[in-house]
């Protein structure tokens, strides 16, 4: 009788864990994005992965939830890309024109030497916040294959724009519009 | 023989599957896996060297020709023979002897003019790009990462 009882208590446990099993494989395969980019390129528009990386400069870190309630323009760049130097003033031209505006830029620097990244901001006369991301994580976190790419955060902290290579701007400035509009 | 299958023993066998799938979905909000797109790695953007030009001006073709001048003397210099560079689409192509296509090996020895003759003009721009078996010197758009193979810590 108590070998009956516990076969049928096993048959249940097997049951109750191919259950748990297959609606976790199940949520994981309608889940898979492929990273933020592949999401966005999909006309989603993802949670922003947050991060909290060493700033380059040595101050501290830089962490995207204390941008709460902004815009943020994050541009993953690195000083052997030379599409990212040419980008690079485009970019704190767009930042010194928003700024005021409740928009923040943030650029991540990825797989680079710091020396050479510190001399390539100040080269591109830079000013606007740089975090240090030597490992590759935040890169891989948002999906991002090649440099420059940059993204568009809304204050609801939602990826609502991804871009690959060099990005004129003119088209940055419009996607900026755009979401500060919307609030 | 099996048990026979009576309404009970199948309401039971439905309660723990019900568990189960209960369990998986308190442990996919109770670890936030709605929230955050998952890290995966992605294969390389699939960014063919057409893609990858930017236009070029006239200037910078000139400016490209020039550096791709003294990247030919260069090699002739190390007995590799290369054609007068031509213009193409928003590129400046460098190949073989009478038009040949340049070998891998060939590229390799054609890479060290490189150091030689210094960064394509403008430095910061341009790339050198061995396709097709041929030497491409163009503007980029974007810079490959390496692919990733394991997704990080």
Known sequence: ?183 | MGRPVTVARVLRLAASSAAGAAAALVAIVSLGWSATPQATPLPRPKLSLRENKRPLSQADLAAAAAWARRFRSCAAARNLILTEPTIGENEVVITGPAGQRITAAQSQKAFACGVKVGDPPPSLTFALLASDRQLHLYKPRACLLPAVEEPPA
């Open chain 1, 1 to 183: 009788m108590n070998v009956r009882r516990a076969r049928v208590a096993a048959q249940h446990a097997s049951l109750a864990l191919v259950s748990f099993l297959f609606v976790l494989l199940a949520w994981e395969l309608v889940h898979t994005t492929g990273g933020v980019s592949a999401a966005v390129a999909r006309g989603r528009t993802p949670p922003a992965p947050t991060f909290s990386q060493e700033a380059l400069d040595g101050s501290g870190s830089i962490t995207l939830d204390d941008y709460a309630g902004r815009v943020v323009v994050i541009n993953f760049w690195a000083s052997w890309c030379g599409p990212c130097r040419v980008e690079a003033p485009v970019l704190e031209r767009l930042w010194r024109k928003w700024r005021s505006h409740v928009v923040s830029f943030i650029g991540i620097d990825v797989r680079d030497s710091k020396d050479a990244a510190r001399a390539a901001a100040k080269a591109g006369g830079v000013s606007y916040p740089l975090a240090d991301d030597a490992s590759g994580r935040v890169v891989q976190l948002y999906g991002v294959g090649a440099l420059p790419a940059t993204f568009i955060v809304s204050p609801q902290r939602r990826v609502v724009y991804a871009h690959v290579g060099f990005v004129a701007a003119a088209e940055l400035d419009a996607r900026i519009r755009r979401v500060v509009d919307a609030g």
